[in-house]
């Protein structure tokens, strides 16, 4: 039955179609000489358009083998191509954020980033998870220095304007927390006094599963933002660096306080 399943899955998939037909036709052909029912020249031809077949499916299997290895060479050769290391977006943000225990985000205004997770993040603070956001201070000039590298030169309110709606889901965030019981994670906003070169979210880096992506922020243009994804077995000394860099730039961002319309900071340490 197990068997009759496979073969029932990969037809509908289209799936090791050759394989079955060879297989289906090297029956007929074995019928029909043991019955004496086609002559020595049908049978002669059909095997040999069974072998065609199998010659066939064999090269194809043989070309997608070595398709497969010529990537794999060229990803340990480091021969990857810029389309296979950066995207434009993290479509998987939402899930990878379900089990996290301990998340960071750095940004701009976080805008997009907090309006497509403010759910989960809120979910994953009462499910006790840290959770750290910094973002541009909008007491500074972060926010005039942001629309000088945007392509709303000439608008500096624009920034200001964007990071209302981030703080209204912060203040949210932050509140929430303090109405949980003990149990529950913590949640701390910092502000920088500067434009951040990139954008970091990271999730659980001191777990084997964790990851940092990574958007490097284009200047004054509209086209989107290079976005690549580390981790840390597989890129070490770099996941690293951008996992220090976090903590850098949260050593020197203020606290957000009652003044900002968040509860009072949490006792320094993190």
Known sequence: MRFLRRVRQDLSRGRNLEIYTTALLSITLAVLGALDLASGKVLAAATLAT????????????????????????????????????????????????????????????????RNTVSELQRRAAAGATIRIALIDPTT????????????????????????????????????????????????????????????????????????????????SATGDAVFTLLPGRDGPWFEHFEAEFERIWAVARPADPSDGFPSAPAAGG
């Open 141 to 220: 000039s972060a926010p005039a220095e942001a629309a000088r590298r945007s392509t709303l030169t000439d608008r500096p309110e624009v920034f200001d304007n964007r990071l209302r709606p981030s703080l209204d889901l912060l203040r949210e965030l932050a509140d929430d927390r303090t109405r949980a019981d003990a149990s529950s994670g913590r949640v701390d906003v910092r502000f920088v006094p500067f434009v951040p070169a990139f954008g970091l979210v990271m999730i659980d880096t001191r777990q084997p599963g964790g990851l940092i992506h990574v958007d490097i922020y284009s200047h004054s």
């Open 51 to 114: 072998l065609a077949l199998l010659a066939g499916g064999l090269l194809g299997s043989r070309r997608q083998v070595d398709d497969l290895a010529e990537q794999v060479r060229s990803r340990l050769a480091g021969d990857l191509g810029a389309q296979e290391f950066f995207t434009h977006d993290k479509p998987e943000l939402v899930e990878q954020l379900r089990q996290a225990r301990d998340i960071a985000l750095v940004g701009v205004t976080l805008s997009r980033t907090l």
